[in-house]
């Protein structure tokens, strides 16, 4: 299918293919591109494209490679774009993970050892009370949880699907202690009741309206509990690397601490895509609930 779609720098008509195309060279990998889908992957390749253009300057008109290279400081923070070595969907589609999850397994017990050990804690703060959060769109999951059973999560003929609606649904990764997942949605509520804002400069922000504008509530799930506050940072660098700055809402890249800070791109990547294999686990096993501003 053909649709036109409009941007102040020109005017493009793009196929489904050449839209995935796109998307996928902007840093994001797009789910299944249908009817009830197509309008979200639109806005998200305008906003990639305007994010793009003004991180990393010049033209996009028609298909064109993006520079993955250093940015500018944002808020006197260090944010680089990473391009990944290899392709997180044909990890947990291929035979490198589900058939071997030996690799990623240990990178994910290295962590957890070093972590545990008190004299490796660089704020000496052992408190285990942080954990880490993702925030997911209802709108492309479509309770995936409830069209599945854990029990077949490793076999070939669902986790394709599974894997790939579920990586596109992210749109968010933060670590944090207590409320502060709802902190994010407080915001939102504030601006649109008290302010009565209806559109935000905030991605984060914005794409809570979009999900509440459309009858819909923010899917925030709690992954990685009782963990201390390294290990917390550690994690969500992980999964935001092995997503991709670009597809989240995130403004900046997370920090790893202690020994994964000096591991190999390629690990670090690794232990990112486990982590969000376990979150998928997690999430088809619990299920979903959502956020609407009536709940907040």
Known sequence: MWYRTDYKENSVKFSDST??????RLGFNAGPIV??????YVKKLATLKRKSKSEYGGSFSGVTELAYKPLKAKQQQRKICKAPRFNIQDCLSGADLTQD?????????????????????STNNTTKKSFTYLFLDPRITKNLSDETKIQNITKNQNINR????????????????????????????????DKGYK??????????????????????QHVFHNVIQDEAFTYEA??????????LTNIKLG?????????????????????????????????ERQLRPDDI
């Open 101 to 121: 999850l030996k690799p990623y397994i240990q990178l994910e017990e290295k962590t957890r050892a070093y972590f545990g050990d008190p004299r490796n804690n």
């Open 35 to 40: 009817d009830s889908t197509r309008s979200l």
């Open 19 to 24: 839209l995935r195309e796109e998307l996928r």
């Open 238 to 247: 992980a999964m935001i690397d092995a997503l991709g700055i670009n597809r």
């Open 162 to 193: 599974q894997w790939e609606t579920f990586i596109n649904s992210i749109f968010y990764v933060g670590k944090g202690t207590n409320g502060r997942p709802y902190k994010h949605l407080e915001e939102a509520l504030s601006l649109r009741k």
């Open 255 to 287: 920090s790893y601490k202690g020994i994964v800070k000096s591991w190999r791109e390629e690990e670090q990547l690794k232990l990112g895509v486990y982590l969000l294999y376990k979150a998928l686990n997690n999430y088809l096993n619990e299920g």
């Open 199 to 220: 559109t935000s400069k905030d991605e984060k922000i914005q794409r809570i309206f979009d999900i509440w504008d459309d009858d819909k509530g923010v899917i925030c």
